[in-house]
């Protein structure tokens, strides 16, 4: 019995997957890819390679740019500035803990960057897509 609660216990660690993201690949004001779909347990890998960027929640409408610290939602995130120096691309890690959709956005520059279109969407929908949210974030 304590075997199965154990493998039980690990089957979401298994099944989960990272999804990569890249962060200013190029030295553009691009995450890529720029929306990710994924469940529970999964983690997103932002790796950082040029500049000083950061990835933070922000909302999907009105006051888009720049993203508050610390972000937006009960299960939003900042990853704060990483900057990159040298050869260091440094990453940050988040674990998906739910489906809903989230936002996010570069705040470097007061929000230059998010309104330059540096955005992501974690599961986004049909009535809450990347397209908009980009478009909002422009005119933000």
Not at 4 to 23: E, F, N, W
Not at 75 to 83: A, H, R
């Given at each position: 019995?304590?075997?199965k609660?154990?493998l039980?216990?690990l089957i979401?660690a298994?099944?989960?997957?990272?999804?990569?993201?890249?962060?200013?690949?190029g030295?553009?004001l691009?995450?890529?890819?720029?929306?990710?779909v994924?469940d529970?347990?999964?983690?997103?890998?932002?790796?950082f390679?040029?500049?000083?960027?950061?990835?933070?929640?922000?909302?999907?409408s009105g006051?888009?740019c720049?993203?508050?610290d610390g972000?937006?939602?009960p299960?939003?995130?900042?990853?704060?500035f990483l900057?990159?120096v040298?050869?260091?691309?440094?990453q940050?890690v988040?674990?998906?803990?739910?489906?809903?959709p989230h936002?996010?956005?570069?705040?470097q520059?007061g929000g230059t960057?998010?309104?330059?279109?540096?955005?992501?969407?974690l599961n986004?929908?049909?009535?809450?897509?990347?397209?908009?949210?980009?478009?909002?974030?422009?005119?933000?």
């Amino acid at each position: 019995m304590l075997f199965k609660a154990v493998l039980l216990a690990l089957i979401p660690a298994i099944v989960a997957v990272d999804h990569p993201v890249t962060v200013a690949q190029g030295g553009a004001l691009t995450f890529t890819p720029n929306q990710v779909v994924a469940d529970p347990g999964d983690t997103i890998t932002f790796t950082f390679v040029s500049k000083n960027h950061t990835v933070t929640t922000t909302n999907f409408s009105g006051a888009v740019c720049p993203p508050p610290d610390g972000g937006v939602g009960p299960n939003g995130f900042d990853s704060g500035f990483l900057p990159v120096v040298g050869t260091d691309t440094p990453q940050f890690v988040f674990t998906v803990v739910d489906t809903e959709p989230h936002f996010a956005a570069c705040k470097q520059g007061g929000g230059t960057h998010c309104q330059a279109g540096m955005t992501f969407a974690l599961n986004p929908t049909e009535e809450m897509t990347f397209a908009e949210f980009d478009a909002n974030a422009r005119k933000s």
